[in-house]
């Protein structure tokens, strides 16, 4: 479909206007747009041409050139001549960028569904669908139009269509496909490699150039060092940075640490007090004995890391770069960037932050959204890896290894208590209109709902009746990552990214390392999926969640995602 949509692009092109004219004289021709290319995944000056009246709808991300905020999509009304100069993100995994045009003044348009890309829009007639939904100009409160959802669409528009390219100065081997952006997975890479780097050095600490051993939280050498490590680099940013260190008394009155959160600050500039949180444990499983083994030597799975490349490094750096690009930018909310402690031991680090300092000693603090990372990089686009580390596995019918739990990477969004409702749509339909285009995920991404499922079976039947869609969106009714702590404390709608857990053979393993996360990602010399190093498809995968993850800062930030129930 794709193929054949980038030739009906080609054939419209030197015509104009052969996709829904909507009056005698408009079509595409009669909007000039430069550069004719733009570059994916940054914000960019496009300088619009008007050659006659007409009004455009920008449906992206576009920066306002007053406040600096960005806002989700604007209309531009253009006088004959006119030249209008905006800013806006070009979507980092797609190729094609569409402008609709209509009549000046006009204030409803049609808009894509939140589960299809512009693609499928167009290929499907665009707006000719009486069930398209639409979107209406509303009371203007910066120097951009904003807009909102609408009941009617107001019927055809013109399109103009543009390509967006991304480049980069990486091989593809090395993950170039996904290396350039104002964050890109190439970056996140290297920063999972700076934390989990086993180089042997002489710190006395860990004897690792990485930062290994990060059990628990305070009162561990290991993680205090780490920790170090985070209110250096937050700090760099320009961030506000503070260590939050809760602890406890036991019956006998003795103090016990419990927590060492790392959390950044950047202060909104419109509702300093609505806070909009990042959040990703660094701590990582401790040993249950002195001796920790690889189960790739002994075939046994026992229970402790020093590493923790998948959980939590991954989580960690996503976060991290997350923050440095977004100190970029002027927010309306207080941006907050949070690492916790004790994620392991039963969310301790994030129980303690949002049941004390936030509802206790900030009571006038409301947390409008939180974002979660815990666990990415071991699923799409490797094709779920091989059981045991098994070089050559058994395939099953399907396409995937034999003996092994295969799962999807997961968007878990709550609170969600009924597994047969969405119990907070708003949040369903902005992750679908974000992945869908964007993310250019529209092919592989599904929606989970178990209406006709018990609410133990229900997320793996429906996964199975949908083939086994490689993405998935869903409503959490679980609570093993610090989202919990946010839904259960504060009533704050939560998004979370992650992936295998008990199918991932290094899950809580001394074998979860980076090498061990490539290595399952690795597609070469199989016949399942697209052929791809580890190191590629890790990339991708990263450079997939961060952005999924940023683009839902963006949103939040110009309308918060507030708890439906």
Request: glycine letters at 10%; proline letters at 5%.
């Amino acid at each position: 479909m794709r193929v054949l949509l980038a030739v009906f692009v080609i054939l419209c092109a030197p015509i104009g206007g052969c996709f829904g004219e909507s009056s005698d004289s408009l079509d595409s021709t009669k909007l000039e747009v430069g550069p004719e290319t733009l570059i994916s995944g940054i914000f960019q000056e496009v300088v619009l041409t008007a050659e006659m009246d007409l009004s455009v709808l920008v449906p992206y991300l576009v920066k306002d050139s007053g406040s600096g905020f960005v806002q989700n999509s604007t209309l531009l009304d253009m006088d004959r001549g006119d030249e209008l100069t905006i800013e806006v993100l070009a979507p980092p995994r797609t190729e094609s960028f569409v402008l609709l045009l209509g009549e000046k003044g006009r204030d409803m348009w049609p808009v894509r569904k939140a589960n299809e890309s512009w693609d499928s829009w167009l290929w499907r007639g665009g707006d000719s669908g009486s069930d398209s939904p639409g979107v209406t100009r509303v009371d203007q409160n910066s120097s951009l139009t904003n807009l909102s959802s609408s009941l009617e669409n107001g019927g055809a528009v013109v399109v103009k269509i543009l390509q967006a390219h991304r480049p980069s100065s990486v091989s593809i081997q090395e993950g170039g496909s996904h290396s350039s952006g104002i964050v890109h997975g190439r970056v996140v890479y290297d920063r999972l490699f700076e934390i989990t780097d086993p180089t042997d050095s002489l710190d006395p600490i860990d004897g690792k150039r990485g930062y290994w051993d990060r059990w628990a939280g305070q009162g561990n050498p290991g993680y205090e060092d780490a920790a170090q490590y985070l209110i250096s680099e937050l700090s760099s940013f320009g961030l506000d940075v503070t260590a939050h260190r809760f602890e406890f008394t036991d019956i006998f009155g003795v103090q016990n640490p419990e927590s060492y959160n790392i959390c950044a600050y950047k202060w909104g500039s419109l509702f300093e007090n609505e806070w909009l949180v990042f959040g990703a444990h660094f701590d990582v499983a401790p040993p249950a004995n002195l001796v920790m083994l690889d189960p790739h030597l002994t075939g046994q799975r026992t229970y402790g890391t020093r590493v923790g490349a998948y959980d939590n490094s991954a989580g960690t750096s996503m976060v991290l770069e997350a923050a440095r690009a977004l100190t970029m930018f002027e927010s309306r909310r207080t941006m907050v960037f949070c690492f916790w402690s004790g994620e392991e031991g039963g969310k301790r680090g994030s129980d303690y932050w949002t049941e004390y300092f936030v509802k206790e000693d900030n009571p006038d603090v409301t947390v409008t959204n939180y974002i979660n990372l815990d666990m990415g990089g071991v699923n799409w686009p490797g094709g779920g890896g091989a059981p045991h580390g098994d070089p050559d596995p058994q395939l099953d019918e399907d396409g995937y290894p034999k003996d092994t739990e295969v799962w999807p990477m997961r968007v878990y969004i709550g609170p969600g208590p009924n597994h047969d409702q969405f119990d907070q749509p708003e949040m369903i339909g902005l992750s679908n209109w974000i992945g869908a285009d964007a993310l250019g995920l529209e092919d592989q991404i599904g929606t989970l709902l178990g209406a006709n499922y018990s609410a133990d079976t229900w997320k793996t039947n429906v996964w199975l009746d949908m083939d086994r869609p490689e993405v998935i969106v869903y409503e959490d009714t679980t609570a093993r990552s610090d989202h919990a702590s946010f839904q259960d404390n504060l009533g704050t709608v939560t998004l979370g990214f992650g992936g295998l857990v008990d199918g991932y053979w290094c899950y809580h393993q001394t074998c979860d390392t980076l090498e061990e996360m490539e290595q399952w990602m690795d597609t070469t010399g199989k016949n399942y999926g697209e052929e791809n190093t580890g190191v590629a498809n890790l990339v991708n995968s990263l450079d997939m969640i961060t952005w999924w993850a940023l683009m839902t800062f963006f949103h939040c930030d110009e309308s918060p995602v507030l708890n439906a129930l």
